[in-house]
C-alpha cells in the first residue's frame, strides 16, 4: 500500500478506520456497563457524594446517578442526602416524586486501582460466632486461625495457625458451615440488615486516566460476589465466591489483629454481566 498509495491518503483511511473500531468499542461497553458512567473526576469521599446528590438539580453526576437509578426528572420534586454513622449505607438518598417518597441507601466503595482489595467487613470472631450461630468447632477452628487461641503444634506462625494447618475434621467443619450459609452471610457483609441496610452498591474507580463509577443493586451485587464456591486458599486463608475472609493481621501487635475481616475488589463489578 505505501508504494501504491500516497501517504496523505493512507494516513486519512487509517484515520478513519481507527475512529470506527474506537466508537465500536465504546458502543460495546455501554451495552455491558448498564449503569456506569466515564466521570469527569475522581470522588474523594462520601462526603462529597452527598453533597452532589443535594445539589443534584445542577450537578451532572448525581443527575446521572439518579437516572441510573430509574429516575424520571420531570416528577423529581426534591432530594436529600445524609450519612448514617457505622452503617452499611453510607450515603442515604430520599428522593420525593410527585407521587411517592423513597429512601436509596448506597453503599459507597472509592478505589483508586482496578485491581485493588477494600475491606468491607471487621469484627471481632465472637460477634460473627453470635450473628450466624456458627457452630462449636468452627468457632474453635476460627479460634486458632486469628490467634485467639495458640497452636499447641508449630507451624508457619508461632501465634496462630492457617486454615490449611488444621485437622482435616475442623476444616470440613469450616468449609461445611460457609457452604451452607454463603447466601446469608455474603448478604450480611455488603447490605448489611436493619433499618439502614443498603439496596445500592456504588462503586467508583477513581484511576487517573479515566475515573469510572457505577451503582447497582445489592440483590444484583450479592449475587455477583457470590458466586463460585467455597475453598481454602493457598495462603491458609478462606474464600467465599470472589470475598475473602482473612485474619486482620498488623496493627503493630495489638489485640485488633486478632479480628476477622473480609475483602474483595469492588472494581470487578464492573466485568458483571
Known amino acids: 500500500m505505501g ?23 465504546d458502543a ?14 475522581g470522588f474523594r469521599n462520601e462526603d462529597e457524594i452527598r453533597d452532589k446528590f443535594n445539589n443534584w438539580q445542577t450537578d451532572t453526576d448525581a443527575r446521572d446517578w439518579l437516572a441510573s ?24 438518598v430520599t428522593v420525593r416524586t410527585k407521587s411517592a417518597e423513597r429512601v436509596e441507601r448506597i453503599s459507597i466503595k472509592l478505589v483508586s486501582s482496578s485491581n485493588g482489595f477494600n475491606q468491607i467487613d471487621k469484627r471481632w470472631l465472637a460477634v460473627y460466632a453470635k450473628k450466624w450461630n456458627m457452630p462449636a468447632d468452627v468457632v474453635a477452628g476460627l479460634k486458632l486461625f486469628v490467634g485467639e487461641t495458640r497452636p499447641q503444634k508449630s ?3 508461632p501465634e496462630r495457625m492457617y486454615l490449611t494447618e488444621l485437622d482435616q475434621k475442623t476444616q470440613q467443619a469450616v ?4 457452604k451452607a450459609h454463603k447466601h446469608e452471610i455474603v448478604s450480611d457483609l455488603l447490605a448489611g440488615d436493619g433499618p439502614h ?43 467465599i465466591g470472589r470475598i475473602s475472609l482473612q485474619r486482620k493481621g498488623g496493627d503493630n501487635g495489638r489485640e485488633t489483629a486478632k479480628m476477622l475481616q473480609f475483602k474483595l475488589n469492588p472494581a470487578q463489578l464492573f466485568d458483571m454481566k
Not at 223 to 236: K, M, N, P, Q, W
Request: a positive charge.
Open 3 to 25: 508504494n501504491s498509495v500516497k501517504l496523505t491518503v493512507l494516513i486519512a483511511v487509517l484515520f478513519h478506520l481507527l475512529c470506527h473500531v474506537a466508537a465500536a468499542q
Open 28 to 41: 460495546d461497553a455501554a451495552r455491558v456497563e448498564l449503569g456506569s458512567r466515564t466521570a469527569k473526576n
Open 69 to 92: 437509578m430509574g429516575y424520571d426528572f420531570a416528577s423529581i420534586n426534591s432530594v436529600t442526602a445524609a450519612k448514617p454513622h457505622g452503617e452499611k449505607a453510607d450515603v442515604e
Open 155 to 157: 507451624g508457619r506462625h
Open 175 to 178: 468449609l461445611k458451615f460457609f
Open 197 to 239: 441496610a443498603a439496596n445500592r452498591f456504588m462503586v467508583t474507580l477513581k484511576s487517573s486516566d479515566e475515573p469510572k463509577w457505577l451503582i447497582r443493586s445489592t440483590k444484583d451485587t450479592v449475587r455477583f460476589f457470590g458466586e463460585g464456591d467455597v475453598v481454602l486458599t493457598r495462603a491458609g486463608n478462606l474464600k
